[in-house]
């Protein structure tokens, strides 16, 4: 199994940044593609942000590019999510996830899902 753990989320102010982590431990080995999701309250769980195991292919919503930046150290087990130029809208729980496949942006694809961190951007 695989655990996936977040951490960085916050309370800031709009045009403000966050760095989100994302820990994989347990068969971490097993992973390909990890991604971030996000969820506002009283909608659907949507796409932010994926990347491939070596790191050469990442993928975002039309929303966050050039906002967000997704990497990955795969030493440390670890996928970041730098956020930039923080809005009210991007105000949601994040939640990171894995797959052992590649790269995708539909949530039910994703077999391993963190317990979500919570950002909130103030205006």
């Known amino acids: 199994q695989v655990q996936l753990v977040e951490s960085g989320g916050g309370l800031v102010q709009a045009g403000g940044s966050l760095r989100l982590s994302c820990r994989a431990s347990?068969?971490?080995?097993?992973?390909?593609?990890m991604a971030w999701f996000r969820q506002a309250p009283g909608k659907e769980r949507e796409f932010v942000a994926a990347?491939?195991?070596?790191?050469?292919?990442?993928y975002y919503t039309d929303s966050v590019k050039g906002r967000f930046t997704i990497s990955r150290d795969n030493a440390k087990n670890t996928v970041y999510l730098q956020m930039n130029s923080l809005k009210p809208e991007d105000t949601a729980v994040y939640y990171c996830?894995?797959?052992?496949?590649?790269?995708?942006?539909?949530?039910?694809?994703?077999?391993?899902w963190g317990q979500g961190t919570q950002v909130t951007v103030s205006s």
């Open positions: 996830a894995a797959r052992k496949r590649n790269l995708s942006i539909t949530t039910r694809l994703y077999e391993y």
């Open positions: 347990g068969r971490a080995f097993s992973l390909n593609a």
């Open positions: 990347i491939s195991w070596s790191g050469g292919s990442t």
